[in-house]
């Protein structure tokens, strides 16, 4: 409400002008203006803002995290031709930042400015306890300090990321003294308090130390500074920023190492901004020269063996239903006739290019695990294990890319098949991987092929038998557009497995699907029991699912299979198979044993119901790079239709060696060596794909020219 006093309202009061807002919630806007008392010329300004609630700023400006709190704000300005000074008064009840909570956090400041000089004060309180006191006085010279008690590091909270949080306490000291801000000379303490970082997205905490940071003359020097994550080993920070030239353009020169620093180790998804848990253990040493504005950062970084991360998409890339409401947008004309009047009248802006350059290598262990969850569903997920080189680089544009591959040696695709309520679960084949040429770290080439072996019953011309046979999973393409697609084999019968080729690719993907859903080969000249083997399929994935829940928080690391089986027997009747496999792991996934049974029903009334204790295995991890392991095992394995099951018992030793030449194999290896091994193979093969493609497009163009 806008009122004009008369003339003799006017000269009573001095008031010349008065806003007066008011808003729900008690909330009230205050602003008036009257002539000064004690000069002819110059006004006042007094502005009081009371009961203002932050939640609703928050909302209203859309900002990601939480505050909250009513604030009262008083600002009186006195305004002459030759001077201005002014008061700030503000309160804030009930505060609240994130988890930080405050009953009252009070500023008071003053700003005195005549001719060149300026002096301004401040003082911070939070529940009447001073924090930091502020005093500054700007003439031909610039004189600043700042005492600092114990302030809450949450409020810097207000101007990070949403997903960066500090936590604990600071205190110390900082003055300036120059004849301006870009070459004042800066000397500082500070020393930090129960204080961490929370990086909310993948829960890791970056523990800072209780040491005195100090800024002598403008250098800050980092000796032997350890930041602590989620073990006892630290990364530590060495070198020095220095500021004698330009406190704006510092020179840095600071290097960061460590070795064996677990970086995550988080259980569950605990935080619900959270994408990332589990375990990843890492050694760096990393180089950080330059300028501010033109920084260059270089060295090596390792993923070590014990990495066990889940990591949760938040885009399905296998989503394919259209998107109608970014195709269509309905808009005001009215509205963007003003848009685009104010956007003719905007000025270019030259946004400069930051300059930072960068060149990290990333040796990533042959045993590290990583499992990728699509959104919404922990039912199709992909389990990789493996490793390999890869390159980071960035040019002063600030686009980030990354070369190399990634070799996949073992994991599993489990894919719930669609419209059908069951999933099925794949393992990966060792030829898989996932690579990068110069593409953006989050957009990799994805090549990962998996087989599950499927054991039924086929007859036809020559009679019932059992058949094994290999479906396949093969998913290619990028995270943006993956493409998935199923195929089968029966490499122990050539008469199936020639029929299998024979087919066209639609017609093997329809056979291998079949195989999945209902445990029956449908090929020209064969039938099977559909009906049985489609049942024993959706038990079976309902078995497991529950399993899966049921023992899923208590026992982890702990994968239970079950299973049931029905087909025909060589003597010609019909018989079923219940089974069960379970699998635990120890000592960060290096020790691993397997036990599994099953119950027989229906066979040979001989051999009674068949009941028998399975395959056992026990597992172990010589080296953490998972090259070398030793395995125990005992178990059955289907021979042929003569011999039938056999009973295997044994002990094995791996080694798993790369090499483009037989007489490698032969010398030990070292690991520079072994990573030049591993370069020219990728060359090699990356060459037979440049020269295989290169046909590929001479053969299209040929096509395209005789037409």
């Known amino acids: 409400l806008m009122q004009y006093r008369d003339a003799k309202e ?24 009257r002539k000064a008392k004690n000069r002819e010329i110059g006004n006042q300004m007094l502005v009081r803002l009371q009961n203002l609630d932050l939640n609703n700023v928050s909302n209203a400006i859309k900002w990601d995290g939480s505050i909250g709190g009513k604030l009262n704000m008083t600002a009186m300005a006195d305004l002459y031709p030759d001077s201005l000074g002014g008061q700030l008064r503000a309160g804030i009840k009930t505060f609240h930042l994130g988890e930080y909570k405050a009953d009252t956090l009070a500023y008071d400041g003053r700003v005195q400015m005549a001719h060149s000089r300026r002096d301004m004060t401040g003082l911070l309180t939070i529940d009447d306890i001073i924090k930091m006191q502020l005093t500054a006085a700007l003439a031909d010279t610039v004189n600043l300090k700042a005492d600092i008690t114990e302030l809450p590091l949450p409020l810097a909270n207000l101007f990070l ?50 040491d005195t940071m100090r800024v002598l003359n403008n250098r800050l020097t980092f000796q032997n500074y350890q930041l602590y994550c989620a073990n006892k080993n630290p990364l530590t920070l060495r070198g020095s920023v220095d500021m004698r030239k330009s406190l704006s353009d510092p020179l840095i020169d600071l290097r960061i190492s460590g070795d064996n620093v677990r970086i995550i180790d988080s259980q569950r998804l605990r935080l619900k901004d959270q994408y990332i848990y589990g375990r990843l253990p890492i050694s760096t040493d990393i180089r950080v020269k330059g300028k501010a504005s033109k920084l260059d950062v270089n060295g090596k970084l390792q993923v070590l063996s014990g990495t066990n991360l889940n990591y949760y998409l938040q885009d399905d890339p296998l989503q394919t239903t259209s998107k109608v409401d970014q195709l269509v947008e309905f808009v005001s004309f009215r509205q963007m006739d003003r848009e685009l009047a104010h956007a003719d009248k905007m000025p270019l802006v030259d946004v400069a290019d930051e300059g930072l350059t960068m060149e990290l290598k990333i040796d990533i262990d042959k045993d590290v695990k990583v499992n990728a969850y699509l959104p919404g569903t922990d039912n199709n997920h992909v389990t990789i294990v493996g490793g390999g080189p890869l390159l980071m680089q960035s040019a002063a544009d600030g686009m980030i890319t990354m070369s190399g591959v990634y070799d996949v040696t073992s994991g599993s695709v489990d894919y719930k098949l669609p419209i059908l309520p069951m999933t099925k679960k794949f393992n990966i084949l060792n030829s898989s991987m996932v690579s990068w040429n110069g593409n953006p770290p989050g957009a990799p080439t994805i090549n990962l092929q998996a087989s599950e072996n499927v054991r039924t019953s086929v007859e036809d011309a020559q009679g019932s038998r059992l058949v094994n046979f290999v479906v396949t999973i093969n998913i290619t393409g990028t995270l943006d557009a993956l493409d998935i697609s199923f195929t089968c084999s029966a490499p122990d019968d050539g008469t199936i497995n020639s029929e299998i080729e024979s087919m066209t690719e639609e017609e093997r993907s329809k056979a291998a699907l079949m195989l999945l859903v209902a445990q029956t080969y449908l090929g020209p000249a064969s039938s099977s029991g559909m009906g049985i083997g489609a049942a024993n399929a959706a038990l079976n994935s309902v078995l497991n699912r529950q399993m899966d829940q049921i023992l899923g928080s208590s026992l982890k690391n702990t994968d239970v299979d079950l299973g049931i089986d029905t087909y025909s027997s060589e003597t010609g009747g019909a018989r079923t198979d219940y089974s069960i496999k379970v699998s635990q792991r120890f000592f960060n996934d290096r020790f691993r044993a397997t036990i599994g049974g099953r119950v027989s029903s229906g066979g040979d009334p001989s051999m009674g119901n068949g009941a028998r204790l399975g395959d056992m295995s026990l597992e172990w991890l010589i080296k953490k790079d998972g090259t070398h392991y030793l395995k125990l095992y005992r178990r059955y394995n289907y021979e042929s239709v003569f011999e039938g099951e056999i009973l295997e018992t044994g002990i094995g030793y791996a080694q798993e060696r790369s090499a483009y030449k037989f007489k490698h194999l032969l010398i030990p290896t070292s690991k520079s060596r072994q990573a030049r091994i591993m370069s020219s193979i990728r060359e090699m093969q990356r060459a037979e794909e440049e020269a295989e493609a290169k046909n590929i497009e001479e053969v299209e163009d040929e096509k395209v020219t005789e037409e």
């Open 161 to 210: 990321p949403s997903n960066i949080n500090l936590a604990g306490t600071t205190s110390g000291q900082l003055s300036l003294r120059g004849k301006n801000f870009d070459t004042a000379r800066m000397n500082a303490h500070l020393s930090m308090h129960d204080s961490h970082v929370n990086i909310s997205d993948m829960d890791a905490i970056l523990k800072l130390p209780s």
């Open 10 to 33: 006017e000269q009573k009061t001095n008031s010349s002008a008065k806003v007066l807002m008011t808003g729900p919630g008690g909330m009230t806007l205050d602003i008036y203006t």
